[in-house]
């Protein structure tokens, strides 16, 4: 009999041994799961000069930010929404918009991801600008500031229209001209 209770005490032991391994398994499956969906979130490396295409999420007095698929938001300050100065980030995107953009910086130990879609719309506009220019074709520019001298406007690069270049006559005071839109030639 004291035989038999000992067999069974063994029995128990290696029991609960089995258990204990199983519930260890388990833990070591569900953690090696955990880890590959977070990689799954890195479904792209990225690099300062990288253009990256996303959708605006959120937008602040000075900065937008940017879902591009990366495993934390890139954020667009409001230098580099435009080619001209802003007075809020609002003025230049909004919510769901989509937008690509330049790669800043980055630093993933900070999730610090800056963009610029600034970048991009320079370079684009540039080959426009260019065609209008040979072209010598006019086309309608929003003024999108006044400053000593003339105009501004966003052409994707900053456009600057001398006040001599604005009206045939001479014009005492152009801060009525803001979020105008007048039609342009480029000059130079």
Not at 5 to 21: D, F, H, K, M, S
Request: negative net charge.
């Amino acid at each position: 009999n004291h035989m038999s209770e000992e067999t069974r005490n063994q029995e128990a032991a290696a029991n609960v041994e089995n258990n204990e391994a199983v519930e260890a398994t388990e833990t070591v499956e569900s953690a090696v799961e955990e880890v590959t969906s977070q990689e799954g979130l890195e479904i792209i490396s990225l690099k300062k000069g990288d253009t990256v295409k996303g959708t605006i999420v959120k937008i602040e007095d000075n900065q937008a930010y940017v879902s591009i698929g990366y495993k934390y938001d890139g954020v667009i300050p409001i230098r580099e929404l435009s080619s001209v100065q802003l007075d809020n980030a609002a003025a230049a995107v909004e919510v769901g918009q989509e937008v690509e953009c330049k790669v800043v910086s980055i630093n993933d130990n900070k999730e610090s991801l800056v963009l610029s879609k600034r970048a991009i719309d320079s370079e684009k506009s540039w080959e426009d600008l260019e065609k209008y220019f040979a072209s010598q074709e006019a086309f309608e520019v929003t003024v999108a500031d006044v400053v000593k001298g003339g105009l501004v406007a966003d052409v994707g690069a900053r456009g600057f229209i001398p006040a001599s270049m604005v009206e045939r006559h001479f014009v005492e005071d152009f801060s009525d001209y803001k979020g105008r839109t007048l039609r342009v030639k480029v000059k130079e």
